[in-house]
């Protein structure tokens, strides 16, 4: 077998481990919820935040493993569409009614976002 195959399948066998160890503390959360006399001790919210932040810790890998596999859409995410747009219309990445912004926030000038537009033309 190729290098590649064997390393997708030991990145496959890693990300089913981590989402087991994630369900586990979310299991060991919810177990201590369900069987304490008084949830809202000190002693009990500890257990159940730590359980839930290595749930959350053990998640992540395989999460950020399916987003750059393109498997897991995130929502309300347009960079990816705009980046493919730009391909197809020769470079220009914001459609035209989106305004250019500066790191405050702000509009740019038409004048700025033309000197802009001029140099994210490619070059010959």
Do not use: H
Request: net charge positive; glycine share 4%.
């Amino acid at each position: 077998m190729s290098e590649t195959v064997l390393m997708k399948r030991e990145a496959t066998i890693l990300n089913l481990l981590c989402i087991i160890a994630a369900l586990a503390f979310v299991t060991l959360a919810v177990l201590n919820a369900l069987t304490s006399v008084s949830f809202l001790t000190t002693d009990n919210l500890f257990v159940t935040l730590v359980c839930m932040l290595m749930a959350l810790m053990f998640a992540v890998n395989p999460l950020l493993y399916l987003k750059d596999e393109g498997r897991l859409p995130i929502p309300f995410q347009k960079r990816k569409a705009l980046a493919a747009a730009a391909v197809e219309t020769g470079g220009r990445a914001l459609p035209p009614s989106a305004p250019l912004l500066d790191a405050r926030g702000r509009a740019v000038p038409p004048d700025v976002k033309s000197m802009v537009a001029n140099m994210k033309q490619k070059q010959p």
